[in-house]
T-cell receptor, first 111, second 109 residues
């Protein structure tokens, strides 16, 4: 099992550009999550999904969008990138009520 | 004030020492998680607990629900234990976690 995979590992964007961060899990987990981690801060939940076709906002959803068309995939879309979105992004997945499994992260810089 | 507070923020130890990392939270919770973030950035779940104590190898996690406090202990610490240890709580049994800012541990030989 590959677990949770994320692409790309690194990306530099210009202000106003858009991009999609990819996340795939092969553990058949119902729940998937997107977090961002800023220096000196705890991880913050951006969006989450409890199953295909169902998504909901987390703590910091502004500037992001998600979709969940399959159990395996949970892409995160950044529209009109801003410097405030410079961060490390982690995708995670779990069964309900169980430990979360994290992807390796995507380091995004917006200049 | 953050809902999840960890102490200390930074910790250095000599190999073999007994380590304690503390986590206090100010909300009612359904579960508490301890995670480890490696120097390379990867995050791994260590424990998930809602009461009592759990042990895995040299790691022990305890929680006191009445006092809203949890501790992570590392016995016989080793340089490979050097990492950031993160506490997170599930406030309402939704798996939407609230994270502490982490404790950076460095263990020297």
């Amino acid at each position: 099992n590959a677990g949770v995979t994320q692409t790309p590992k690194f990306r530099i964007l210009k202000i106003g550009q858009s991009m999609t961060l990819q996340c795939t899990q092969d553990m058949n987990h119902n729940y998937m999550y997107w977090y961002r981690q800023d220096p000196g801060m705890g991880l913050k939940l951006i969006y989450y999904s409890v199953g295909a076709g169902i998504t909901d906002k987390g703590e910091v959803p502004n500037g992001y969008n998600v979709s969940r068309s399959t159990t395996e995939d949970f892409p995160l879309r950044l529209e009109l990138a801003a410097p405030s979105q410079t961060s490390v992004y982690f995708c995670a997945s779990s069964y309900p009520g169980y430990e979360q499994f994290f992807g390796p992260g995507t380091r995004l810089t917006v200049l | 004030k953050n809902e999840v507070e960890q102490s200390p923020q930074n910790l250095t130890a000599q190999e073999g020492e007994f380590i304690t990392i503390n986590c206090s939270y100010s909300v009612g919770i359904s579960a508490l998680h301890w995670l480890q973030q490696h120097p390379g950035g990867g995050i791994v779940s260590l424990f998930m607990l809602s009461s009592g104590k759990k042990k895995h190898g040299r790691l022990i996690a305890t929680i006191n629900i009445q006092e809203k406090h949890s501790s992570l202990h590392i016995t016989a610490s080793h340089p490979r234990d050097s990492a950031v240890y993160i506490c997170a709580v599930d406030r309402d049994n939704t798996d939407k976690l609230i994270f502490g800012t982490g404790t950076r541990l460095q263990v020297f030989p």
